[in-house]
């Protein structure tokens, strides 16, 4: 079946911009997290959800951050006025109910110029 | 979550077994031992864990040892699409609303 997709896979901005990160979970997964990996680096927690509702964002780094899930199932991580400090993979991965193994999707390797 | 203690990189010739190992001196009683593994320009992939038994299953096996205080990720042929950097996380059971807590991993290059 179909895994976890993100998209874009590449962007590129100028600092300053906003962009705007989608991630589509599996069909049915309930819960949702957004990551983002340094080069070189784990990934690290950004926010999570429970269907539509973000339970969890003590993760993003300034409230240039932003992520939504309106109907519990796709999700958008938006980012403000991108600084260089930006740059990295964003990672989406989501789990059924209940269940402990998360689904990662591939990325979006932002790059802020 | 309880901290994990992993070497940098390993290297491994094709085919032959890897044995990956990770110190979680700390762990609690309710701390499961999860490895999960990137491979390169991928998103992470669940590879197995365990609580107290070793485990195995058609990607790799997990020993454990006695007091816990230390796992081996064991990859009985490794092939070159085995090169990842594999990453041992802790998790309480029933914790799947909480996130994943990674640490810098091994990177496990194998050579042909």
């Known amino acids: 079946g179909a895994g976890v997709s993100q998209s874009p896979r590449y962007k590129v901005a100028k600092r300053g911009q906003d962009v705007a990160l989608r991630c589509d979970p599996i069909s049915g997964h309930v819960s949702l997290f957004w990551y983002q990996q340094a080069l070189g680096q784990g990934p690290e927690f950004l926010t999570y959800f429970q269907n539509e509702a973000q339970l969890d964002k003590s993760g993003l780094p300034s409230d240039r951050f932003f992520a939504e899930r309106p109907e519990g199932s796709v999700s958008t991580l938006k980012i403000q006025r991108t600084q260089q400090e930006d740059s990295a993979v964003y990672l989406c991965a989501s789990s059924p109910r209940g269940r402990e193994t998360q689904y990662f999707g591939p990325g979006t390797r932002l790059l802020v110029l | 979550d309880a901290k994990t203690t992993q070497p940098n990189s390993m290297e491994s010739n094709e085919e032959e077994p890897v044995h990956l190992p990770c110190n979680h001196s700390?762990?609690?009683?309710?701390?499961?031992i999860h490895w999960y593994r990137q491979l390169p320009s991928q998103g992470p992939e669940y590879v197995i864990h365990?609580?107290?038994s070793n485990v195995n299953n058609r990607m790799a096996s997990l020993a454990i040892a006695e007091d816990r205080k230390s796992s081996t990720l064991i990859l009985h042929r490794a092939t070159l699409r085995d090169a990842a950097v594999y990453y041992c996380?802790?998790?309480?059971?029933?914790?799947?609303?909480?996130?994943?807590?990674f640490g810098k991993g091994t990177r496990l290059s194998v050579i042909a």
């Open positions: 700390t762990i609690s009683g309710t701390d499961y």
């Open positions: 996380i802790l998790r309480v059971w029933n914790s799947g609303n909480t996130p994943l807590v």
């Open positions: 365990g609580l107290t």
